[in-house]
């Protein structure tokens, strides 16, 4: 399998205080395509930070990152963007789904930016594969927390991404919901083969992922750090 994300000696570096702080500290790692990986950590130990770097939402104070081969550093604010919307998907926390479109229009949107003329065909397909056939014109106020968070999956996976960043995905969702939505993760990467990069403090559910990273204190503690090698 081929390499799809690499960090090299990634690290940043904020003022606090009049303080320098190290939020990371000279992380490294590789995954392949396919891979499915958990970021582990207490409050404050960074897998957050590295959530958004690994994405290009931030820029580091030193290493770099590779996405499909390409350095997203070596590019501006407009071009990593442009590289985002073509390789990544993305799931949150607090779902960020706009208020005024129902689930249906809330999936199709990112088709109809690309200018896909098979936008509502694409997302009724998606909602239906993620159980939601029958919510397709529930505003986001009208479905449960655990139904929102099924629409935001549908959403970042109607793109076809070759990475899904998810940054703590059950947070706002009760155990059982929680452990669906990790299965439903899980199965959508198994199926189209996209890369899961998951930020969790939940152990459980970062053990349903091939491979867990633990941070403390912005550096890698568990496993040994990866190479890059291989």
């Known amino acids: 399998m081929a ?17 320098p702080l190290v939020t990371l500290n000279k992380v490294s790692f590789s995954i392949e ?13 960074g897998k957050s930070t590295l959530l958004g770097l690994l994405a ?19 590019y501006g604010e407009d071009q990593r963007a442009r590289l985002r919307g073509r390789l990544s998907g993305f ?17 199709m949107l990112p088709l109809e930016l690309r200018g896909q003329r098979d936008a509502r065909q694409q997302a009724e397909a998606v909602l239906q594969r993620v159980g939601l056939a029958h919510r397709l014109h529930h505003l986001p106020k009208h479905l449960s927390g655990g139904e929102q968070q099924r629409v935001a999956i549908a959403r970042a996976f109607v793109v076809q991404p070759k990475i899904l960043f998810a940054d703590e995905p059950t947070g706002n969702l009760d155990a059982n919901t929680g452990a669906q939505i990790i299965e439903l993760l899980l199965e959508l990467n198994r199926a189209q083969g996209t890369t899961l990069i998951l930020v969790t403090h939940d152990e ?3 053990q349903r992922c091939g491979r867990q990273l633990r941070l403390e204190a912005g550096r890698v503690v568990s496993p040994r750090p990866f190479t890059g090698e291989g």
């Open 91 to 107: 799931v949150f926390q607090s779902f960020q789904l706009l208020p005024a479109l129902t689930a249906l229009e809330n999936v």
């Open 204 to 206: 459980a559910l970062a």
């Open 56 to 74: 290009g939402l931030d820029v580091p104070s030193s290493g770099t990152v590779e996405l499909d081969g390409e350095d997203i550093f070596a």
């Open 3 to 19: 390499t799809i994300v690499r960090a090299d000696n990634l690290g940043k570096q904020v003022e606090s205080g009049g303080q």
């Open 33 to 45: 395509a396919g891979e499915s990986l958990a970021i582990l950590g207490a409050s404050g130990s």
